[in-house]
């Protein structure tokens, strides 16, 4: 079975490098490494490593295929980014764009099912679905498999049960994406590497956080919550939470839970995680509207690395931000979609590394994403 590997080189921390790629799943760690892409299931000891394979360049055998794309809510920062690349590349590796399709799905799983039933009697060649729910997986393989139609699930990664019934029936499914504990760990490392004594605004021995996660139904709200508060403990810090509000991803919803928890909590906040850049603006727009100032009396960090939140982050007014690699991700899937289509076949699983990124590496990760 074979795979696509794609790297995005991204120079980090003044004398290093960093490679971000895209490659098979591998074992969950307790604490998983800024290189590691640790996962959700364990792979066999035994397995072998895949060997490379490149997507054609340009294949005019592609341009009569139609690809069907599901993106759960078209206005969602991150999937902006990456369907947009999604698109650029697919057109680059041959696909027609007269052939190519995205649907929003409006964050409604009920218009996203009726956008893959249309894709169906549209008899597209391949599907490549962020669903609205990922615990529709299950029904939305069952109809995808039983067209015909290979079938590719981004950024929102279906169960462990779900993905072994692939596995167990060789199906034409896989799932791309980067695993969401790795890119929490990396928000609570940003925050220990402060130093307790920095951190610890009120000298109690204890850090203050609050919280605001993004969808509950999506695994990545999950293990960003779950991670970023574990990195602390893990490096022996003892934490308290303030507040823990759901924010959906949306950066007015945050903007109003974090003003609500400094009118509540007011100088004890001391951190401010936030599972995704969106909702870190929000809380900054808060932040500053309470006469707080990021790096100096509070903490921020997000996950995605959007232009903005870079930004924010060279000029001290966000701690920190992961990489969320767009790039990497959509062209991976792109591949995937392409080895169906040739018969070369994927893995169940194709994993992509985040980024951390301080205000050391965050000018050369705006770069490489422009």
Known sequence: MKKKVLAA????????????????????????????????????????????????????DLASKKVGVCIYQFSDNFMTLFRTELESYLVSLGFSAENITIQDGQNDQGTQSNQIDAFINDKVDVLIINPVNSSSAETITDKVVGAGIPLVYINREPDESEEQRWADNNWDVTYVGCDARQSGTMQGEMIVDLGLEKVDLNGDGKVQYIMIEGDPENVDAKYRTEFSVKALVDAGWEVEELDDQVGNWDQVKAQELVSNALGQHGEKIEVVFCNNDAMALGALQAIDTAGRKVGEDIFLVGVDALSEALENVMNGTMTGTVFNDHISQSHSAADAAVNYLTGAGNEHYIGCDYVKVTTENAQEVLDSVK
Do not use: I, Q, R, Y
Not at 26 to 39: R, V
Not at 40 to 46: G, Q
Not at 51 to 58: K, Q, R, S, V
């Open 9 to 60: 080189l991204l120079s980090v921390a003044m004398v290093a490098t960093l490679l971000a790629g895209c490659g098979s799943k591998e074992a969950p760690a307790e604490a998983p490494a800024e290189t590691e892409a640790p996962a959700e299931t364990e792979a066999p000891a035994d397995a072998e490593e895949p060997a490379e394979t490149d997507a054609p360049a340009g294949d005019s």
